[in-house]
């Protein structure tokens, strides 16, 4: 768990095409490990959706293609197309932590780190109310199509863990959720 401080105690997970960039810049680039991040009272982790966290991935990964970013270099075979990008994610042996499952990240010693946990759609409602500065969305890439049924039930399966908990994460609700944290 990558994580920063806040200064009420709040060590908040980044998840690589979860807000990374502007979680970081907010935090002016400060980490903590995930050991570290067990000493403080609250663990934030804001959940991104499975499968729009991929195609996110994949327009990100596309964008570094056409800008002929030197990083997408090693990754230019899988870029190609939406069902390359999906066979290279579902059949490579792979450690990019654009693709790897966000749950795998976050486990500390077997078990999954956060005692908070939100859905990252939601991130722009509970950051003014916990958070300073202001958090900016960065590193955005425009959403290229792909096909949704392409080995989606591999897919979903794949990403099963994260997928049950972003199921199960309670929607931001303005009146039920004005200045507390949801309890879990």
């Known amino acids: 768990m990558e994580s920063y401080e806040h200064t009420e105690g709040i060590a908040l997970a980044v998840i690589a095409k979860a807000g990374t960039l502007s979680f970081t810049n907010a935090a002016n680039g400060w980490y903590l490990t995930n050991e570290q991040a067990q ?14 966290r991929l195609k996110s991935a994949y327009s990100f990964f596309k964008k570094l293609a056409i800008d002929n970013s030197k990083y997408h270099n090693k990754l230019v075979e899988f870029t190609n197309s939406w069902e390359a990008f999906i066979d290279f994610v579902l059949d490579t042996d792979h450690k990019d932590e654009h693709f790897l499952p966000q749950t795998s990240t976050l486990m500390y010693n ?4 956060p005692d908070t946990i939100l859905r990252f759609e939601d991130v722009q409602k509970w950051w003014p109310k916990y958070f300073v500065p202001k ?6 890439a425009p959403r290229l199509e792909v096909d949704p049924n392409y080995r989606r039930a591999e897919i979903d399966t794949y990403y099963a863990e994260d997928l049950k908990i972003w199921k199960t994460t309670t929607t931001y609700d303005s009146e039920r959720d004005a200045g507390k944290w949801p309890s879990l």
């Not at 077997?110 to 780190?113: N, T, V």
């Open 39 to 52: 000493y403080y009272p609250r663990k934030v982790w804001f959940i991104r959706e499975p499968f729009d």
């Open 135 to 140: 958090l900016e969305r960065l590193n955005m």
């Open 110 to 113: 077997g078990q999954l780190s």
